[in-house]
């Protein structure tokens, strides 16, 4: 680190200078309603790994052309995706080595190791942020009466939701006893917009953003909150990125950019805000106040049950010149948050070797809303070992807690092709035998198939070869072709004109 296959992309506007010179940008010249319709081209558009999007002519639901063009489907494919981190796709193995490294760092040994690590040591300078006097986000400010949600093109994806919702937004907290930068939170969490000022902002409780409003709130206080709309590709990539809690997002995302994080002070909250966004939305998190949110639609494919959240009073609107506004739909996959975790599979895939160095591979099928199914292939040593693997993964990774269906497999099977992990439970797996059962475990609340909120089931298949005391038979022997075979066919082949 760092590793980086591009210069640093100091914005949204210079990452789609970017994807435009790749030919994976387009421009939509034609006026699209944000209500609906916008949503079905993104979708339509991803399902075929279509370029990012900017509607130029966004028009409202009571007609108006909207002065703002929305960018959609920025990281909806694998490419871009690797393209935001700064990569090219083939190398997001070394970046996930980074990011176990930086979970698990190792002592240096001796001047020659140090100096080793001189790249890592000189990137890590890229984290501390500087400030900013006159940011470019804040070219124009509305306070008061001048604030309105309803200026933005906000979508309302599906038929049925309850209405606009700002899909895209990097929302930056801190705790109240410390205005230090390094403790700064960023998440992303969606919102509903209730009126020209007012919107719902719906953390979970695990969430950071969450944490620091219980704290805020403990003190009989409202949390101050900035949203950034349209930040650097790096910085809304760290907001999502599954980093260590000790990890601020914004100094990892100077990690990610190679360059230092630009920040400048909000006009009216007590923040720091990224200087280079589209557009900063400032105010208050109500510490009592809570509105019904939803129903929207979910990565499940299905809309999610109506909830109480926190509500956020907007004190100020600040945009740079003639601004862009991000978004994204969310859906049953493909939609960008799939995309995303798929992407991201191949970055925590080191970080699972480090507590598991027999494991091959990890899928997360993102058709299994990303992480509700896991394959394994493990390099099997000993009986039971498949078993072992299944409760380490739900026992110490946070990431599997929600993980509800595990199925392991031999370092002979892909766990990427459906084919081969079909074949592997057909003649690997018998149900009396390899199938493993947990009940009542902690669950996605979103999981409607649980019999309870949060509470439910897992399920372990060992579709692995059987080895001593797992069977009393003689296990089959798998048709395969010899190297000699396969190389005499090779050399054949170009002359027989199939």
């Not at 981190?85 to 002592?107: D, F, H, Y």
């Not at 008061?144 to 929302?171: F, K, N, S, Y």
């Not at 372990?460 to 080895?467: F, L, Q, R």
């Amino acid at each position: 680190m760092p590793i980086r296959d591009f210069p640093p992309f100091r914005d949204l506007r210079d990452f789609l200078r970017h994807l435009d010179a790749a030919g994976d940008l387009a421009r939509v010249a034609e006026p699209v309603d944000i209500v609906h319709d916008m949503a079905e081209i993104h979708r339509r558009v991803i399902g075929r790994d279509g370029p990012a999007l900017v509607f130029e002519r966004p028009r409202a639901a009571d007609g108006r052309l909207l002065p703002v063009p929305a960018v959609i489907n920025l990281f909806g494919t694998r490419t871009r995706v690797a393209a935001g981190l700064g990569i090219r796709p083939e190398r997001l193995a070394e970046l996930g080595e980074v990011l176990a490294s930086l979970r698990e760092p190792q002592p240096v040994e001796g001047l020659r190791d140090a100096l080793s690590r001189w790249p890592i040591l000189k990137a890590a300078l890229n984290t501390r942020s500087e400030t900013v006097d006159r940011p470019p986000c804040q070219a124009e400010v509305r306070t008061g009466t001048d604030v309105d949600l309803g200026a933005l093109p906000v979508q309302t994806c599906w038929p049925g939701e309850a209405g606009p919702l700002i899909t895209w937004p990097v929302v930056v907290t801190r705790p109240p006893d410390s205005e230090a930068v390094a403790g700064y939170n960023l998440g992303i969490y969606r919102m509903q917009v209730l009126g020209r000022d007012r919107a719902i902002m719906r953390w979970l409780h695990h969430r950071g953003g969450a944490k620091h409003h219980a704290q805020w709130a403990a003190r009989g206080q409202d949390t101050p909150v900035a949203v950034a709309i349209g930040t650097d590709p790096a910085t809304m990539l760290a907001a999502v990125l599954p980093l260590p809690e000790t990890l601020s997002e914004v100094r990892f995302s100077g990690l990610l950019r190679g360059a230092r994080p630009r920040l400048a002070p909000a006009r009216t909250v007590p923040l720091m805000v990224p200087a280079d966004a589209e557009i900063v939305l400032e105010g208050f998190v109500s510490a009592t106040e809570t509105a019904p949110e939803g129903p929207f639609g979910d990565h499940t494919g299905y809309y999610n049950s109506v909830e109480p959240f926190p509500v956020m009073r907007v004190t100020a609107i600040t945009t740079r010149r003639d601004p862009l506004y991000l978004s994204t739909f969310t859906g049953r996959a493909p939609d960008e948050p799939a995309v995303l975790g798929a992407t991201f599979n191949e970055l925590f895939l080191p970080i699972v070797r480090r507590a598991f160095p027999e494991i091959v591979d990890v899928w997360l099928p993102p058709h299994a809303c990303s992480y509700r199914m896991a394959i394994i292939s493990i390099r099997k040593r000993y009986p039971g070992h498949a078993q072992r693997i299944m409760m380490g993964l739900w026992g110490m990774l946070p990431q599997f807690s929600y993980t509800k269906l595990i199925v392991v497999v031999d370092d002979d099977v892909d766990p990427k092709s459906w084919d081969d992990v079909a074949w592997a439970i057909a003649t690997r797996a018998d149900p009396s035998r390899d199938l493993t059962v947990i009940g009542r475990t902690p669950i996605d609340y979103l999981d409607f198939a649980s019999p309870e909120s949060g509470l439910g089931g897992k399920l372990g298949i060992d579709a692995t070869n059987k080895i001593g005391s797992e069977t009393h038979r003689e296990w089959g022997k798998v048709l395969k072709a010899t190297p000699e075979l396969i190389a005499r066919v090779d050399a054949l082949w170009p002359k027989l004109g199939l």
